[in-house]
């Protein structure tokens, strides 16, 4: 191989290195890791309770209500720009949702798809508005006291459901990696199933909350790699 063959073939393997090496860092670039927390509203629903005492005496069928006070909402997301404009988000996140009894708690575990359009408004402000789907897990857990017990009787259940979500928020680019913003975010569940067992009366209870929904007004960080 003379001198010149060689010259041709590291400056060919030097530009296939930067090639690759150019659009790995172009990739990495589009990536982002985005962050919030905020407090979280759940309003009212009704819900239905089915019974079954023992021994079996049939099947009862009652309505009652879900309250609970204002909790805190937090998520994390790695997201990924298609475009100046639209992005995908993997996020998962927690709400926490106190009752009047300190005793009592509910929460919530969603993970969702997001889909992102954004508005460049400046160089420095961006609005947006999102939408989601996917699962959230939900956990209740309760404590009361009966005449009959010395020791507090505690009533756990858990349940899945599929949800969707819909967001939207003004964000400002504090720096070249950060953006902070304020922004609302809408839960959707479609129903829950929590199952009582071994409760003294009655002994058995399903309890169904459909169409239960969270509003939430998070503060957000992004940081764009």
Known sequence: MNPTTRIVGAIGITLLIGNAASHA????????VHTDIGPAFIP?????????????????????????????????????????????EVEAGGIWSPDSDPRDSFYQIPAMLNAIYQIHISDSWKAYVGAGAGGVVSMVHTEYRDAAFHSPIIREASDWSPGYQAEAGIKYAFSRHIDIDLGYKFLGVVEYDYTFGNIPSPDFAIVKVNNLYTHSAQLSLTWKF
């Open 44 to 88: 009212d629903r009704r819900t239905t309770t089915y019974t079954i005492a023992l021994p079996f005496d049939g099947l009862t069928r009652g309505h009652g209500h879900f309250q609970v006070d204002t909790g805190v909402r937090g998520d994390l997301a790695l997201g990924y720009n298609l475009s100046k404009s639209f992005a995908l």
């Open 25 to 32: 860092q172009s990739w990495t670039d589009n990536l982002y």
